[in-house]
């Protein structure tokens, strides 16, 4: 099972923040789910809230801000004990810094229709460029979003972010033409799990963050999870996997004598 740290390392660093996924990269993470906002000088940045109220000391919403501005916030501030500040950054400072990352899921929230145009144009360009056809998925909770992003650009992989379970929302991702089925852990069941890796979707499953949880996803086959905690899930696994190859093998018994 895939581990996908969620906005970098939410529950370990400020979330959506370099130094964030740099943690959680020292420790051996190179999947990564991010969110994405445009700027007020059309550049997609690392936020999850349309706004920078709840994240940094300053208010408003993120289109009210340029790149520069952004960056220069500090965004630690439901964080405890961070010793650094540290900004919003650009998507296209995360390429460059961590420029061997296996995959992200770049998760688009729902805004205007102007600006999710520009971003979509901006965003199709960044993959264009940077050749990143296999190693992003663009995900969203906004059909329309990502009948776009197809429209532009058939190559580029996309996923339906689904929090219910009705309408019915596997229906409406094949009908997306989507790879990722990117659903809230609690609407998952063995039949919806099989019943998108029938239509070739590979499921992943946000956000998790208690291993026996973890586990029940694994059981029922589900091929990643989106976690607060990367690092410490990460070595849960690594310690099981390291377990199972110490494990003393059974002597085989010799019949008794007669």
Not at 45 to 68: E, F, I, M, P, Q
Not at 90 to 110: A, G, I, R
Not at 209 to 214: E, G
Request: charged share 30%; net charge positive.
């Amino acid at each position: 099972m895939i581990v996908y740290g969620h906005r970098g390392a939410k529950g370990e660093a400020p979330e959506n923040t370099l130094p964030g996924f740099y943690h959680a990269y020292r420790q051996g993470i190179r999947h990564f789910e991010l969110d994405l906002v445009l700027s007020k000088d059309g550049v997609p940045v690392l936020v999850h809230d349309l706004t920078v109220d709840r994240t940094t000391s300053h208010k408003g919403n993120v289109g009210n801000y340029t790149v520069a501005e952004l960056a220069n916030m500090d965004a630690r501030r439901n964080v405890t004990g961070w010793p650094t500040k540290t900004g919003i950054p650009s998507l296209e400072q995360l390429l460059d810094q961590f420029p061997d990352l296996e995959h992200l899921q770049l998760e688009v929230k729902k805004d205007t229709g102007s600006r999710l145009n520009i971003l979509c144009n901006r965003l199709t360009e960044i993959i264009q460029r940077r050749d990143l056809y296999r190693r992003v998925a663009v995900t969203s909770s906004d059909p329309r979003f990502l009948r776009e992003i197809r429209r532009r650009n058939r190559d580029i992989r996309i996923g339906l972010v689904a929090e219910r379970r009705f309408p019915k929302p596997l229906n409406l991702a094949k009908r997306l033409g989507c790879e990722y089925f990117c659903a809230k852990w609690k609407i998952l069941t063995p039949g919806l799990v099989e019943q998108a890796h029938r239509l070739d979707m590979h499921v992943s499953a946000w956000t998790v963050n208690r291993i026996h949880d973890i586990l029940k996803l694994e059981d029922i086959g589900v091929d990643s999870i989106i976690t607060d905690y990367p690092t410490s899930t990460r070595t849960y696994f690594e310690n099981r996997a390291q377990a199972l190859l110490t494990l003393p093998k059974e002597e085989s018994q010799s019949p008794e004598p007669a």
